[in-house]
């Protein structure tokens, strides 16, 4: 059986990783999908809190057929531990999926080739932009899967973003 | 709709969690199960990984209709602070299960009402009972989900456990 | 009997947070101030520690007829767990005071409403501004309570200010 | 001037400490107050949290004229640095007053010698003490300051400590 | 070239450690030294600080021809992290050496295997024995390289020992 | 017998370091080498880990007479316990050697002069300068001294500096 790592912060949640999600489906027995910074919230770059994105990110994947474990990993600022930290948290992986410079380097110093994705239309589906749009009271659903709308909905995480963008 | 938490440390997880788990099923629509003590491992009170844990748990609950998020719950060492983490941490949840006389204070003092569950044969089946009988190298499988005991064997978690045990 | 709650870094505490608190005096029993990112100090833009800092907003309220309680308050990094990290740390209090956004979002979400205030010379009086004529060489004297510029001149601050400064 | 420096847990204050604070006062021109181990609270041994502790002393100390800054400190779990960490979150202070042999030592290192302090009926009047009284359902108030048995009452922390006293 | 690697806590260094690392020295090109728990001090069970222990092993191989690297190591509370963190701190090593379970066992997991070393006069020549002859105040010193004498003497270690022992 | 102190970050160690540590040996009996941001590596900013560094030191000084002490140091995040928490890391020292600006104030305030270096060729012999070349493949091994040169190609800093680099 294999098992296939995939980590991002999403904040939020986008079509993007949805797709490569699907992607790594068709690749894997089952997946983990780490919650990186799962710490952060309220943050301008990080609005929503670990638990949010658990939900966001379970809810979008609720009619994949391949199992998933989301689990939030908190921060450890010390980049020569983080692949333990990972390790320790989640159920065992063999597979690992990034196109992150630093992820794909500290996997390798421990051993573990990373395989990179092709990325879906990176420049709309980024977070920041996402974030980007939402501030300007801009169209934004139609870059998430509904079920993301509908947790931002929930916990009023508009309202939020645009108070805590408001300068002091 | 309603969502159940439900805490613990699960060291390991055992029949009787899997029958109070049973039970919540049968009460609320999602259950968030958190997995306490997440950054302890390979202590003799505290064998296995917070993702191992998040393995058995989610394993063993393969059958339940009811969905489950299985979340680690890292120490803060702040009570006070007890609570607002586990929500950062977690969906959202409403009704709160715990015969944990800390938990229900804490939840209590936080204005969330905590349910009390009776508990299954509490003397056998409990964490520490089995590390006993690990220990002692007597029968402890049948306490356990079946799930439970593959996990322990694919991690050699008998083997971990013994040599933690030694005197130094 | 009601309490205030008022926050700040006071990098140096100055005549707007004087004037801000005379007014709060006038609408609630006590005060209780917190003194954030108490652990910070010789910084550019925090070179004050959280007990000189305590000093200054003590000795400049002294006259001031409602009671007081001056408490540093250390940075988390968490957003969410703030506001239970505050509580912890104070008497309890049932009105808030801010204008700060992130600091009204996170009390809001915490169900606890937060009144506005208006500001004293917004642009003269702030740390950031005091900090720059100090490093300039300029009066900055007139814009803080008197007992402020014997703190800083007991403690040999405008020295550690100059110092730290420099590039390496 | 002079300010004299005292540190305890206070879980509670009580009579004990209000002897020897009225003794320092007598003594020094201000007092400043360290809460120890502000961070721990709704434990057996640590009941109350740190702002709890602030409002009892500083309610119990009212009608002392000798001003008192009462200070939270967090522990730091590192004896080599907590001399500069309590430095760093109180005003400054020149005379210390402690019979605690770690607090001696320490601050004696540092080149702070210590005045030792005559102790007022150590066996009945202790936090241990004190904390068993209320456990065990017996009389407990003539051992505090009416303003601690005030706060008790509010923040119900009788209910408190009997709840998480129980056995899980 | 082969790097052997020893941790202990070295409260103190004494002639049980000198022998272990005599012997190290004949099999392997240079010799990594962890000083662990080295934020620890001014504890009964941890009286010296993480420098003073490096400076009591530095002095007491100073004849040694293969050369050593004395490295404070922190504790970081998370066993599953601890090889990593160790790696981080000290040059790459190859050979690792210890008797300690825990220790064995987290290097195995991590694909290290450990060689284990002969025990000299384990009963004699422990830190907890020499403590207890210190607080005793009976002879210690022979159980000691004489450079650990001087060290403990500069540092007035025997008076702290004393001091910190003494019931509160 | 006189111990001196010299601090930095050594990312990597280069010339002007040996330049200057070649001085100080002429002045003290013994020095003591802080590796400063130790838990840091795998960033742009700080490729290599306190292990790495201390070696890089380490063996660039082997032709040394005076004997060296090598100290990873992690940062602390509290300028005002930085001083102690140094001391308590290292070997006792009574001679401080630094350039930087805080540095100089923290051990000042400490009550501990700290004297000045001329330095060596400061704009090219700059660790940022350094990684600058190596990032660009133009040559860089000229401005090391040989010892680091080795470290670096053991273990395969170009690649892991280059691909740390790449925007994600």
Tied chains: 1, 2, 3, 4, 5, 6.
């Excluded at 770059?45 to 638990?51: A, H, I, L, M």
């Excluded at 410079?101 to 990176?122: D, H, I, N, T, W």
Aim: with cysteine; charged share 20%; proline share 7%.
């Amino acid at each position: 059986m294999s098992r296939g790592f995939y980590i991002g912060r999403f904040q939020p949640y986008h079509n993007g990783h949805q797709s490569v999600l699907e992607s790594i489906a068709e690749e894997v027995d089952e997946i983990v999908i780490g919650v990186g910074s799962a710490q952060l919230s309220h943050e301008v770059d990080n609005p929503f809190t670990g638990g949010e994105r658990v939900l966001m990110i379970t809810r979008s994947l609720e009619k994949l057929t391949t199992p998933v474990y989301v689990i939030p990993i908190e921060d450890l600022q010390r980049n020569a531990l983080w692949v333990s930290h990972v390790r320790s948290m989640t159920p065992p992986f063999d597979v690992i999926y990034s196109n992150n410079p630093l992820v794909v380097q500290l996997f390798a110093e421990a051993g573990c080739p990373v395989r990179s994705m092709e990325m879906y239309k990176r420049d709309t589906h980024s977070g920041t932009a996402i974030r980007r749009l939402i501030l300007a009271g801009k169209p934004w659903e139609h870059l998430v899967p509904p079920a993301v709308v509908s947790v931002i909905r929930e916990i009023d995480g508009v309202k939020r973003l645009l108070e805590i963008a408001q300068d002091d």
